[in-house]
């Protein structure tokens, strides 16, 4: 068990730039979720794939927002058009299979990327 | 909607000492799971805790208990024997009839030597 784990560890760019990050979940899990955080705020749900599947999208992650999870495996979020709003950490997690979600499925967190945008 | 509550925006212990973090929630969902993470300063969260709504003793993994209280929603975090390892944010969260785990704001924990 290696863990979730996201790359880069740090992004900076400027407005306007496409960012993408990767993210390798623990590999016997079939499930990845995409959250945000701002500073002094808990983590926010973007996406959620099940497998290859995106099954939803918040409503927080605008157009220019794209998330993949090619063959159920890794996963990258892609930004477009950065703005300085996007400026965030980015967590991805991973949960075990299983056909249904349970209350009580515990989510496996990778460290995140940290992305600022001049 | 589901919301979760942390009033605490920082907390101080003495190391060895116990703390409690405080933790709220709301939701319409009868079934529900409560949960504590730990992000050190390294970012990753950290699953600590788990308890379900059913549940009727109340969960403990090591140093770390959870208060449940279902008429009040409340879902405390104890920490006994605090460590100076123990410093970093503490995040209640909660999963009830969908897939999203919510998360409160998180409360910041220093432990004094």
């Known amino acids: 068990d290696t863990g979730v784990s996201q790359d880069p560890r740090h992004k900076i760019t400027k407005r306007g730039q496409n960012v993408t990050f990767r993210c390798d979940p623990i590999s016997e899990h079939n499930r990845l979720y995409w959250y945000r955080q701002t500073l002094g705020q808990g983590p926010e749900f973007l996406t959620y794939?099940?497998?290859?599947?995106?099954?939803?999208k918040s409503r927080l992650l605008s157009d220019r927002f794209s998330a993949e999870r090619p063959k159920g495996s890794f996963s990258t979020l892609e930004i477009q058009r950065t703005e300085q709003g996007d400026s965030a950490m980015y967590l991805c997690?991973?949960?075990?299979?299983?056909?249904?979600?349970?209350?009580?499925?515990?989510?496996?967190f990778g460290s995140g990327t940290q992305l600022s945008v001049l | 909607a589901q919301k979760i509550t942390q009033t605490q925006p920082g907390m101080f212990v003495q190391e060895k000492e116990a703390v409690t973090l405080d933790c709220t929630y709301d939701?319409?969902?009868?079934?529900?799971?409560l949960f504590w993470y730990k992000q050190p300063s390294s970012g990753e969260m950290i699953f600590l805790i788990y308890?379900?709504?059913?549940?009727?003793q109340n969960a403990t993994e090591g140093r770390y208990s959870l208060n449940f209280q279902k008429a009040r929603k409340s879902a405390n975090l104890v920490i006994s024997a605090s460590q100076l390892g123990d410093s970093a944010m503490y995040f209640c969260?909660?999963?009830?009839?969908?897939?999203?785990?919510?998360f409160g704001k998180g409360t910041l924990l220093t432990v004094n030597p």
């Open positions: 308890q379900g709504s059913y549940d009727e």
């Open positions: 939701t319409s969902d009868q079934s529900y799971g």
């Open positions: 997690a991973s949960s075990p299979r299983g056909s249904q979600v349970a209350t009580n499925e515990k989510l496996f």
């Open positions: 969260a909660m999963r009830g009839s969908n897939y999203k785990l919510t």
């Open positions: 794939f099940q497998n290859e599947a995106q099954l939803e």
